[in-house]
């Protein structure tokens, strides 16, 4: 299996984080993978993306032009990405953030998920949007095992900040369910 994603927003939303995190699932599941982020000048509230390559066989490179997924946080984010992806494409976007009436394809599989929303209502923590939207990524690709990116958390959450994996675990979890029952 080969595959991609870029991830996209504003920094600050976890972005580069989530990126992270999925990147370990697929190594501790044996995959060869790139981790490709990028953000702007102004970190915290400018732009952030990365792009992620999963394969079973090497990978040539960690560019990728035109993504088979995007996991969209933010509507500037949506203006750049959403012309590039694949026909075909999995395109998950942050409806508290992203009108879903931008997206102007019909031939991409959108999942349109209140990240923001259900952070907030059912996480506790709307910073966790992010986690939400990898959860339902996550789900709609099967490019990983949930259980695999929830045993990854400790790698990526600093020991300052451990005491937060349940809430990430809850967020992650609170995605994958909103993507099952809304395909």
Known sequence: MNTDVIMAGFGGQGILMIGNLLSLAAMDEGRNVTYFPAYGVEMRGGTANCTVVISDEEIGSPVVG???SCVIMNG???EKYLPHVQK???LIIN??????????????NLLSIP???????????????????LGAYVAVTG???????????PK????KYERFI??????LKEGESFARIHP
């Open 166 to 171: 349940p809430l990430n675990v809850n967020a």
């Open 66 to 68: 035109t993504p088979k």
């Open 76 to 78: 500037p984010s949506l």
């Open 95 to 108: 409806r508290s953030l992203v009108d879903p009436e931008k997206v102007t394809r019909k031939d991409l």
């Open 156 to 159: 990526v959450v600093s020991k």
């Open 115 to 133: 990240a923001n929303d259900i952070a907030r209502e059912k996480v506790g923590s709307q910073q966790l949007a992010s986690m939400v939207a």
């Open 143 to 153: 490019v990983v095992r949930m259980q695999t990116l929830l045993d990854c958390l």
């Open 88 to 90: 075909g494409g999995d």
